[in-house]
């Protein structure tokens, strides 16, 4: 799958990286500690520019530990939520009071880009023959003949019997209808917003990609999984899991760790993306 061209599925994205501060806090609580304290002390010293530009620094310094601690490298958007959850964090704490010291799971945000919302333009109708059509439409070669002389073709236009006002707002009404359909649908599977909150899948499948990410192999996810829940999933279909919820989100999974690509093992996962 082309990383740099799909649409992510924003709403799993979300799930992931909710999944992650669940499961996996130290990411996000490292944020806290390392970045957070550090942004309101610059918020209260400096002003809002120079403050900002220090906490980008700052994050991008968090971020490059990771990368070195886990030896891969975070993709942008990842960032990005970093920089979008301490500004959330800060108004949390400066305008509603909260606290996040010892608090679990801390809250996270991502606000997707315009790159990342690109398939969501404007809806723009593209309506068909949008004019009052004649009942009895001119022939070819009437119509070149009417148009050759032009007093002709504006006394056509203006006696020619045409559909009437009913016929023609019921007929541009259904075109316009059936795309605007066309365009919510299209919207809604890109952000996935009419059951992102209720669908159980997406919150398991985004904690095992997180899981997964985290240096949990398969047979781990799956140890887990049966400490949690009463499911009994199999190693491969949580690797599958795993790749089709990192697909949709446009997710780089992580490199394998060394080894071959055993069933049940995290190389698996990339043996069987090798395939595509």
């Not at 970093?82 to 305008?95: M, P, S």
């Not at 109708?125 to 004019?131: I, V, Y």
């Amino acid at each position: 799958m082309d990383h740099d061209c799909a649409a992510p599925d924003i709403a799993r994205r979300k799930a992931y990286l909710e999944a992650i501060s669940l499961y996996c806090p130290a990411f996000w609580e490292s944020l806290r500690d390392e970045v957070f304290v550090s942004a309101m002390s610059l918020w209260s010293r400096q002003n809002k520019t120079d403050a900002d530009q220090e906490i980008y620094r700052l994050r991008d310094e968090w971020i490059a530990r990771w990368e070195e601690q886990q030896q891969w490298r975070h993709e942008v958007w990842i960032a990005e939520a970093a920089a979008d959850t301490v500004w959330l964090w800060r108004a949390l704490v400066t305008h509603r009071g909260e606290s996040l010291e010892n608090r679990h799971p801390l809250p996270v945000t991502y606000s997707p880009g315009e790159a990342e919302l690109s398939p969501l333009k404007p809806f723009v109708p593209d309506l068909e023959d949008a004019f009052f059509k004649p009942l009895q439409p001119l022939s070819p070669s009437e119509a070149a003949t009417m148009k050759s002389v032009p007093f002709m073709e504006r006394l056509l236009e203006s006696a020619i019997e045409r559909e009437t006002a009913n016929q023609f707002r019921s007929r541009l009404r259904s075109q316009f209808n059936e795309q605007l359909e066309v365009y919510i649908k299209t919207f809604e599977r890109t952000l996935r917003l009419r059951d992102f909150y209720c669908a159980h899948e997406i919150h398991r499948d985004a904690a095992w990609t997180a899981l997964f990410q985290f240096g949990k192999s398969p047979s781990e996810i799956k140890e887990w999984t049966s400490e949690q829940t009463d499911c009994r999933d199999s190693e491969s279909r949580i690797a599958n899991v795993v790749k089709e919820f990192a697909n949709k989100a446009v997710i780089k999974l992580r490199p394998p760790k060394a080894g071959r690509a055993t069933k049940g093992s995290s190389n698996a996962i990339h043996a069987e993306n090798a395939k595509k």
